[in-house]
C-alpha cells in the first residue's frame, strides 16, 4: 500500500492534470484503484467517465480561455458556468471568444466518448460472434443424452 502511494505522488507530480482528476473523483479513488478485481465495483467504474470528461472540461478552459480572451481569467469562467458567460462578458465580442472557447472544451470532451465507442467497437469485432437460438439447442441436447445415459446407468444396475 505504501509503494502504491510513493507511485501515484511521483505520478501526480509529474502530470498536473491527473491530480485535477484524482481531486473530481473523491474517495471514490480509495474504494475502486486498492481492489479493482473484487467484483462488487463493477457498477462503479463506469461513474469514473463523468470525472475524467469534467477535468477534460475544465483542463481545455484553463488553455483555451487565455488563447481566445485576455479581459477574464479563466477561474472566472469556469465558476460562472456556460450559462452565466453573458453576465461575464464585457461585449459581444468577448462574449463570442468565450463561446468558442467552451465550444473547444466540449468538443475534447466528446472526444473520450468517440474513443470509447471505438474502443468498444473494436472488442465487439473480435469477439467470437454465435446465436444464442445455437447454443440454447445444443445445450438442450447435451442435457437431453446426458440424461439418457444417466438413465441407462441407472436402469444395469
Same mark, same amino acid.
Given at each position: 500500500?505504501?509503494?502504491?502511494?510513493?507511485?501515484?505522488?511521483?505520478?501526480?507530480?509529474?502530470?498536473?492534470?491527473?491530480?485535477?482528476?484524482?481531486?473530481?473523483?473523491?474517495?471514490?479513488?480509495?474504494?475502486?484503484?486498492?481492489?479493482?478485481?473484487?467484483?462488487?465495483?463493477?457498477?462503479?467504474?463506469?461513474?469514473?467517465?463523468?470525472?475524467?470528461?469534467?477535468?477534460?472540461?475544465?483542463?481545455?478552459?484553463?488553455?483555451?480561455?487565455?488563447? *481566445?480572451?485576455?479581459?477574464?481569467?479563466? $477561474?472566472?469562467?469556469?465558476? @460562472?458556468? #456556460? !450559462? %452565466?458567460?453573458?453576465?461575464?462578458? +464585457?461585449?459581444?465580442?468577448?462574449?463570442?471568444?468565450?463561446?468558442?472557447?467552451?465550444?473547444?472544451?466540449?468538443?475534447?470532451?466528446?472526444?473520450?466518448?468517440?474513443?470509447?465507442?471505438?474502443?468498444?467497437?473494436?472488442?465487439?469485432?473480435?469477439?467470437?460472434?454465435? *446465436?444464442?437460438?445455437?447454443?440454447?439447442? $445444443?445445450?438442450?441436447?447435451? @442435457?437431453? #443424452? !446426458? %440424461?439418457?445415459?444417466?438413465?441407462? +446407468?441407472?436402469?444395469?444396475?
Amino acid at each position: 500500500m505504501l509503494r502504491q502511494m510513493f507511485y501515484v505522488c511521483i505520478l501526480l507530480n509529474r502530470f498536473p492534470g491527473i491530480l485535477l482528476l484524482f481531486q473530481q473523483l473523491g474517495g471514490w479513488v480509495m474504494i475502486l484503484f486498492p481492489s479493482p478485481l473484487t467484483g462488487d465495483i463493477k457498477q462503479d467504474y463506469r461513474a469514473i467517465a463523468i470525472p475524467i470528461g469534467n477535468t477534460i472540461l475544465v483542463a481545455s478552459l484553463l488553455t483555451e480561455v487565455p488563447e *481566445n480572451t485576455r479581459t477574464i481569467s479563466p $477561474e472566472e469562467v469556469i465558476n @460562472a458556468g #456556460a !450559462g %452565466n458567460l453573458k453576465t461575464k462578458a +464585457a461585449n459581444p465580442t468577448v462574449l463570442h471568444a468565450l463561446q468558442l472557447s467552451y465550444s473547444t472544451a466540449v468538443a475534447n470532451t466528446l472526444y473520450l466518448a468517440l474513443a470509447t465507442v471505438c474502443l468498444a467497437l473494436i472488442f465487439a469485432c473480435g469477439m467470437e460472434w454465435r *446465436n444464442i437460438k445455437d447454443v440454447a439447442n $445444443e445445450r438442450k441436447q447435451l @442435457a437431453e #443424452a !446426458g %440424461n439418457s445415459t444417466q438413465v441407462k +446407468a441407472e436402469a444395469q444396475q
